[in-house]
Every structure is written in structure tokens, then in C-alpha cells.
């Protein structure tokens, strides 16, 4: 399995803002801002793999200020952490108003994406070289957050058991009578 830079898969994307992207205030819709950062990430993983990506979960997705009809939306993304077969990228958004060039932090958000193969089972990926403290840092804190999402997984996976009877079948409760 070969090896890749972060810097080799990362990438910037801009977008221009129109009026359809917007409500009847001027404010780009949180769905239009998600769907650049899904296709951002995306095109990180597909360029990493080399190989067909799927969304796997999105985490912390966070809005930070507005973005205007007419402003430049600017999209960095860059690999954290590689595993067997996912990725997690993180994707950050700038809003840059092009008449008073004041550039502002819109979104951030970190994406997992996982590999696959020609019959849609998870592919092996090649693993992630570090080049720079700032790499080594983010893929750190990529670990941290990767431990969590196995541990709230677990969590969930026993909250459903325990909601479940023992033939495993789930119940509305007027069902239940």
C-alpha cells in the first residue's frame, strides 16, 4: 500500500453566492453551505483513495457567522486521519465580502469518509504522511474524536438493545397492549 501527503490530497474551492442560495434576508442556507462542504471533503477522500468514497458521518458541523448574497464562499479541506478504509477530513469556510475584501469564519466541520471498491465493500486506503507539526497536531486531535465516535457508537448501539424487547423487534407503544 503506497503512502500520500496530506498536502497532496487537500484542497480550496471557491463559490460565489447567488441570490437562489439564499433566504428572502440575503443569508446563505445552512443546506446549500453543507452541501459544499460534503462535495469539499468528498473530492479530498476520492483524491486520497483513488477509489469511489461514500459519506460515512459528519460531526461538529458548526456555524460561526452569516454569509452574504454576493460574497465569496471559500472552502479548505485537508485529511486528519486515516484508517484502514476511512478518512476524516476536516473542511473549514471563509466568507469573503469582495467589495471591502473583510474576510470572516463561516462553518467548520469534520466528515468521515470511507473508501470502496468496485463491488461497494470497504477498500484499504493509503496511509497518511505527516509533513508538518500543524499535520501532526490536527491528525492527534483525529484520534481523540475518531475514540469518541466509537465509544458514542457503543453507547447508542446499547441505548437501541435496551429499548428493544428480547425478540429484538421494535414496538410503538400502542402496539405493545
Known sequence: MTTRTATESSLVVSYL???ADTNPAGN?????????ID?????VAYRH????VVTASIDRLDFHNPAFVGELLTL???LNYVGRSSMEI???????NLLSGEVRHIASAYLTFVSLDEKHRPKE????LFQTEGECRRNREAIERNKMRKLEKQKEKKALGDCLPSDGVARSESSKS
Open 76 to 78: 479548505k479541506a485537508c
Open 39 to 43: 462535495n469539499t471533503a468528498g473530492i
Open 49 to 52: 483513495a483513488r477509489a469511489n
Open 125 to 128: 486506503v493509503p496511509q497518511l
Open 90 to 96: 476536516g473542511v473549514r469556510v471563509e466568507a469573503e
Open 28 to 36: 446563505v442556507h445552512g443546506g446549500v453551505i453543507m452541501k459544499h
Open 17 to 19: 453566492v447567488m441570490p
